[in-house]
C-alpha cells in the first residue's frame, strides 16, 4: 500500500531552469526526507525535516531548498539546475523502518 | 572514507542457488535496513535489523554488531528476486540512512 506520494514521476528540463518536486505523506509520520540517487545507483541523504523544521542538512549545493508546509508534506526545489543534477530524487518518511516514495527522476539536459 | 561498504557489487545465480550479501561498516549504528530495488523501481524495506537474526520467508538477515557487518542470505533463488539489494544504516537521532552501494543480483532461469 503506497503511503508516500511523490509527483512529477519524471521532469526533463534545460541547464538553468527551476524545478519543484512535491512528496506527500499520509502515515502521519513527524520525519521526513530527501535522498539523491545518481546515475551510479548511490544513495545520499540530502535533507531531512522533523514536524516542519530543518534537522539534517547535508554537503548540498545552495540551488537545492526544501520546503515544508506541514509535517505531512516536504517538498524539493532547485534553482538553476546544472546536468549533474540529473538523478532520481526519493522522499522518504520514518516510523521504526523508512518509508521511501517512487521517486522523481530528473533529467537536465 | 565511505561508511558503509557492499559486497560482492554484483551476483549472477542460476534458479535454486542461495545468496550471501554482505554490508560492513565502520561506525557505530542506530539501526541497519536492508532494501530491495528492482530496476526503476522503488525501495522496498526487506528488514529492519539492528542486531541479531531476522527471517522472512526465503530472507534472512543477520547483523553482528560486534563484527560491524550484516548479511542477507536468499535461499532457492527465484528469477523475481533479480534486482539491487541495498543495506542502509542509521544514525543520528532521526535515524538518517547511509546507504551502501548495492548488490546487482540477477538470477537467471
Known amino acids: 500500500e503506497t503511503a508516500v506520494f511523490q509527483t512529477p514521476n519524471y521532469h526533463v528540463t534545460q541547464v538553468g531552469n527551476e524545478v519543484s518536486f512535491n512528496c506527500k505523506q499520509t502515515l502521519g509520520h513527524d520525519t521526513m526526507y530527501w535522498y539523491k540517487q545518481d546515475s551510479k545507483k548511490l544513495l545520499k541523504i540530502m535533507f531531512s525535516y522533523n514536524n516542519k523544521q530543518l534537522i539534517v542538512n547535508e554537503t548540498v549545493p545552495r540551488r537545492f531548498s526544501p520546503q515544508s508546509s506541514d509535517k505531512a508534506h516536504l517538498n524539493l526545489r532547485i534553482k538553476s539546475v546544472e546536468p549533474e543534477d540529473s538523478a532520481v530524487y526519493l522522499c522518504?518518511?520514518?516510523?521504526?523502518?523508512?518509508?521511501f516514495g517512487p521517486g522523481t527522476r530528473l533529467l537536465v539536459l | 572514507g565511505q561508511q558503509v561498504q557492499q559486497s560482492p557489487a554484483s551476483l549472477v545465480l542460476q534458479e535454486g542457488e542461495n545468496a550471501e550479501l554482505q554490508c560492513n561498516f565502520s561506525?557505530?549504528?542506530?539501526?541497519m535496513q536492508w532494501f530491495y530495488q528492482r530496476p526503476g523501481g522503488s525501495l522496498v524495506s526487506l528488514f529492519y535489523n539492528p542486531s541479531g537474526t531476522k527471517h522472512s520467508g526465503r530472507l534472512t538477515s543477520t547483523t553482528v554488531i560486534k563484527e560491524r557487518r550484516s548479511s542477507l542470505h536468499i535461499s532457492s533463488s527465484q528469477t523475481t528476486d533479480s534486482g539491487t539489494y541495498l543495506c542502509a544504516l542509521g544514525m543520528s537521532n532521526y535515524n538518517v540512512l547511509y546507504f551502501g552501494s548495492g548488490t546487482k543480483l540477477t538470477v537467471e532461469p
Open positions: 522518504a518518511t520514518l516510523k521504526d523502518t523508512q518509508y
Open positions: 561506525t557505530s549504528l542506530n539501526s
